[in-house]
């Protein structure tokens, strides 16, 4: 879910994940990605994710994620050691941030919907 207003019931979260800064004790992939889809009308720039809501690393997402658009994100391998199970959460352009959600990023094909 996100915060501010009506985007907090805009948040429809099904991801396809893979993500660089973090790692995961998964199966012997060499590469974990997933899709994310802003379906917001505010740009997302950040992407940030947890293994414990405490210390959050962030995905490299370039110039962000347009309104309607949607991206695949790929971990870094430095990840691979850390746990598949994941807290994540989006930064739009006007600060606001959506609430942490739980995924599994070692699960195929998932995707996140903002």
């Known amino acids: 879910m996100l915060l501010n207003g009506v985007?907090?019931?805009l948040v429809a979260i099904s991801f396809s994940l893979m993500c660089s800064g973090l790692t995961f004790t998964a199966a012997h992939a060499e590469e974990y990605s997933f899709k994310a889809t802003n379906s917001t009308n505010t740009a997302i720039i950040k992407i940030l994710v947890s293994e414990n809501k405490r210390?959050?690393?962030y995905f490299d997402i370039g110039r962000g994620i347009k309104p309607g658009a949607?991206?695949?994100l790929v971990w870094d391998q430095s990840t691979n050691s850390e746990n598949c199970t994941q807290w994540v959460k989006a930064v739009f352009a006007d600060d606001s941030e959506?609430?942490?959600a739980k995924f599994d990023?070692?699960?195929?094909?998932l995707e996140i919907e903002f």
Do not use: D, I, L
């Not at 990023?105 to 094909?109: A, I, Y």
């Open 7 to 9: 985007r907090t019931s």
């Open 55 to 57: 210390k959050w690393g």
């Open 70 to 72: 949607t991206t695949k």
């Open 98 to 100: 959506s609430e942490p």
């Open 105 to 109: 990023f070692c699960e195929s094909g």
